[in-house]
Nanobody
Framework: QVQLVESGGGLVTAGGSLRLSCAAS??????MGWFRQAPGKEREFVAA????????HYADSVKGRFTISRDNAKNTVYLQMNSLKPEDTAVYYC?????????????????WGQGTQVTISS
């Protein structure tokens, strides 16, 4: 059974940090990504990474603040989020592809987690 399970969300004040984790199981995933969806808004791309970790992409809104990484031995991808802002508040979703191209579009991903809530207070 294919599963992506996110963890690490929570409530922090602006300027704080959180580290999200996504544990994958059931098959081998290659490129993986993080997306987020705020209330009343469409799901948007946050970050993506290829299998080796040597290729990453970030949304302009998070560049310099967020870092995506992965540990293939643990089948886990991480999103380190620093200098958090109230506008980062959203449900964050982990996504995985069966090809090794770190895409930035939601339709490019084959599997999705259930999401973890991140709330940033001002």
């Amino acid at each position: 059974q294919v599963q992506l399970v996110e963890s690490g969300g929570g409530l922090v004040t602006a300027g704080g940090s959180l580290r999200l984790s996504c544990a994958a199981s059931g098959r081998t995933f290659y490129a993986m990504g993080w997306f987020r969806q705020a209330p009343g808004k469409e799901r948007e791309f946050v970050a993506a990474i290829n299998w080796s970790g040597g290729r990453t992409h970030y949304a302009d809104s998070v560049k310099g603040r967020f870092t995506i990484s992965r540990d293939n031995a643990k089948n886990t991808v991480y999103l380190q989020m620093n200098s958090l802002k109230p506008e980062d508040t959203a449900v964050y979703y982990c996504a995985a592809r069966t090809v090794n191209v770190p895409g930035t579009k939601a339709y490019e991903y084959d599997y999705w987690g259930q999401g973890t809530q991140v709330t940033i207070s001002s």
